[in-house]
């Protein structure tokens, strides 16, 4: 790990904010169809632009918007529904357990407001940042989070505009971006302990449970057969030189400071 | 409030719950077993390609050799490059018939 001192000089703030920026334009493609297909999709359900623009500003989760609207076309009681949105983001669970490690530094305040933007990508892109600078500037943290935020909104009040006008997203191939953007991230972490049996054990188990249970089973199932391995097959000393106790860190090293 | 209003606003309070949930959980516990740490450096490995896993078996041939050839790329270039060079390769493969 390097031992990256954090500079909290103004141009060290904006050069972390601008590689989050940076850093988000892969994934940019990829929202603005799926924002601006939800759009189109809520509209057409009988939400009103209000209630669209409500549900991405606070809900701001891909997977729980589709499956609250699918659901809410079934006339599926309002319990079962919050249920589903709180099954098929389980894995937030994770993500939140992993990251937290990094804001122990940050003030409630921010805390609170970086859980909010906890989406796939950005859970992953900060922990690719831990690997590559040895800690997470909040400004990159912020910048990559707000970038993805103001383009989903843009883009579902885009959508719930003109959704008529969206012609097939699969006709450019930007249906396909998120699982090539998930590839290289996930490879992004093959320095990491027993990164390809973990891998291994987590594509097979998701698609057992996929071809079985179904989706979005297969997430759940998987990344945990993932994370007993590397529980079962870790020593003593593997984890020492990803996280620092708090401690022994030095201040600016291992996480998000504030 | 709209009916609808409130039903959202509940969906947002349940994900909101799972993305600071791990967190509150987490740090009831003052020290960290090593085991524990090492299954959560794998998370991101893990649930990734647990996300990402059915895109292999459930789309098409195209789609399936995008994949591979953007992993490959992965392994030598940055993320914006093997993006790029995985999604042209599924709008090729498609585009001829895969």
């Given at each position: 790990m390097s031992q990256t001192i954090v500079d909290y000089s103004?141009?060290?703030?904006?050069?972390?904010?601008?590689?989050?920026?940076?850093?988000?334009?892969?994934?940019?493609?990829?929202?603005?169809?799926?924002?601006?297909v939800f759009g189109a999709l809520a509209r057409e359900a009988g939400f009103s632009f209000g209630d669209v623009m409500i549900a991405s500003a606070t809900i701001y989760a891909g997977a729980s918007q589709y499956v609250m609207l699918e659901l809410w076309g079934t006339q599926a009681p309002a319990w079962s529904i919050v249920l589903s949105v709180f099954v098929?983001?389980?894995?937030?669970i994770l993500y939140s357990a992993a990251i937290g490690r990094r804001f122990t530094r940050l003030s409630p305040l921010k805390k609170t407001l970086a859980f909010f933007l906890l989406t796939d990508p950005q859970f992953a892109t900060a922990e690719r940042r831990m690997?590559?600078?040895?800690s997470i500037a909040?400004?990159?943290?912020?910048?990559?989070g707000l970038s993805l935020y103001t383009v989903w909104m843009i883009s579902n009040a885009l959508g719930a505009l003109f959704g008529a006008l969206i012609e097939d997203p699969a006709a450019f191939g930007f249906d396909f971006i998120l699982p090539l953007y998930f590839v290289g991230l996930a490879l992004g972490f093959r320095t990491r302990p027993n990164f390809v049996v973990i891998m291994l054990a987590s594509g097979c188990a998701s698609l057992l449970a996929y071809v079985s249970v179904g989706s979005p089973w297969h997430i759940t199932v998987g990344g945990l057969a993932g994370l007993v391995l590397a529980a079962a097959l870790s020593k003593p000393d593997d984890a020492v030189p990803l996280v620092e106790p708090s401690e022994t860190a030095e201040p600016g090293r291992g996480g998000l400071n504030v | 409030m709209s009916d609808l209003v409130l039903l959202v606003l509940a969906c947002a309070v349940a994900t909101y719950v799972t993305r600071a949930g791990g967190f509150l959980i987490l740090s009831r516990f003052g020290r960290i077993h090593h085991r524990v740490e090492a299954?959560?450096?794998?998370?991101?490995?893990?649930?990734?390609?647990?996300?990402?896993?059915?895109?292999?078996?459930?789309?098409g041939l195209a789609e399936t050799l995008a994949v591979v050839i953007a992993a490959l790329v992965a392994?030598?270039?940055s993320l914006t490059v093997t993006v790029a060079i995985g999604l042209s390769a599924v709008v090729g493969l498609r585009a001829v018939g895969l």
């Open positions: 103004v141009p060290s703030m904006w050069r972390d904010a601008l590689d989050g920026v940076r850093d988000a334009l892969p994934v940019l493609m990829a929202i603005v169809p799926f924002a601006a098929v983001n389980f894995r937030h690997v590559t600078h040895g909040p400004a990159y943290y912020f910048g990559y | 299954a959560l450096d794998a998370v991101p490995a893990a649930v990734l390609t647990a996300l990402v896993a059915p895109a292999l078996i459930n789309r392994l030598r270039f």
